[in-house]
C-alpha cells in the first residue's frame, strides 16, 4: 500500500521562483489537505480539498494555490516563492466518515 | 492566542516512567479529539482519537478529555525508549469533515 505519496521530499528555490510540490492518495479518499510545519507552531492548514472539483481555503493560504482534477491528485503550487515559505510540507488524506487522516512523509522547502 | 495550546517540551523521562501530556483548546465546538505521533523526519501517524468527552485506553496509551475544562490529556505508561517522539493533539468539530486544528506538538525523550 502506498498510501499518500508525495514528491519532491527536498527542494531548494530561489526567492520569486514557482514550483509544484505533488500529493497523490491511492486509498479513494476523499478528503485532501496541505499543512506547513514549522517549529513551535505545530502543523497549519494551508488549503484542503472535500473531493475532485472543490477547494477551500485553510488557516495560512496566502502564496500557495491548489487545483483538484481527480481523486487521487492534490498538487500545491507556489506562485512566487519567499523565504517565509521555508518549511515542511505535509499533505494529508482521509475518507468520508473516517477520522483517521493519513500523511505522507512531507517536502523539506528552503527559499534562499 | 492560539485555538489549540500544547507546551512543547522537550520532555524528558527515564525509561519506565509514566509520561503525562496535554492539551487545552478554546473552541467549544471541537467534538473529536486525537494523538498522532511524529518520529522525527517522518509524517504525523495516529495513535488515538476520542469523541467527546471520557477516557480511551488502548495498551499503554490512555487518552483522555474533559470538555468541561477543555482539557485533553494522553498518559504512556511503562514508557520505552521507541516512545521517543513528537507528539501531536488535534481536534475537529466533525468525524472527517472540517479542518484538523493541531497543537504545537510536545517532544518527548525517553533515556534508558
Known amino acids: 500500500n502506498a498510501g499518500v505519496t508525495q514528491t519532491p521530499k527536498f527542494q531548494v528555490l530561489k526567492t520569486g521562483q514557482s514550483m509544484t510540490l505533488q500529493c497523490a492518495q491511492d486509498m479513494n479518499h476523499e478528503y485532501m489537505s496541505w499543512y506547513r510545519q514549522d517549529p513551535g507552531m505545530g502543523l497549519r492548514l494551508i488549503h484542503y480539498s472535500v473531493g475532485a472539483g472543490i477547494t477551500d481555503q485553510g488557516e495560512v493560504p496566502n502564496g500557495y494555490n491548489v487545483s483538484r482534477s481527480t481523486t487521487e491528485d492534490f498538487p500545491l503550487r507556489l506562485l512566487s516563492a519567499a523565504p517565509s515559505q521555508t518549511s515542511v510540507y505535509f499533505c494529508?488524506?482521509?475518507?468520508?466518515?473516517?477520522?483517521?487522516?493519513?500523511f505522507g512523509q512531507g517536502t523539506r522547502l528552503t527559499v534562499v | 492566542q492560539k485555538e489549540v495550546e500544547q507546551d512543547p517540551g522537550p520532555l524528558s523521562v527515564p525509561e519506565g516512567a509514566i509520561v503525562s501530556l496535554n492539551c487545552t483548546y478554546s473552541?467549544?465546538?471541537?467534538?473529536?479529539f486525537m494523538w498522532y505521533r511524529q518520529y522525527s523526519r517522518k509524517g504525523p501517524e495516529l495513535l488515538m482519537y476520542?469523541?467527546?468527552?471520557g477516557n480511551k485506553e488502548d495498551g499503554r496509551f490512555t487518552a483522555q478529555v474533559d470538555k468541561s475544562s477543555k482539557y485533553i490529556s494522553l498518559f504512556i505508561r511503562d514508557s520505552q525508549p521507541s516512545d521517543s517522539a513528537t507528539y501531536l493533539c488535534?481536534?475537529?468539530?466533525?468525524?472527517?469533515?472540517?479542518?484538523?486544528?493541531f497543537g504545537a506538538g510536545t517532544q518527548v525523550v525517553v533515556t534508558p
Open positions: 494529508a488524506s482521509n475518507g468520508q466518515g473516517a477520522t483517521e487522516a493519513f
Open positions: 473552541n467549544s465546538a471541537f467534538q473529536y
Open positions: 488535534a481536534m475537529r468539530r466533525g468525524p472527517s469533515w472540517g479542518k484538523l486544528q
Open positions: 476520542t469523541y467527546s468527552s
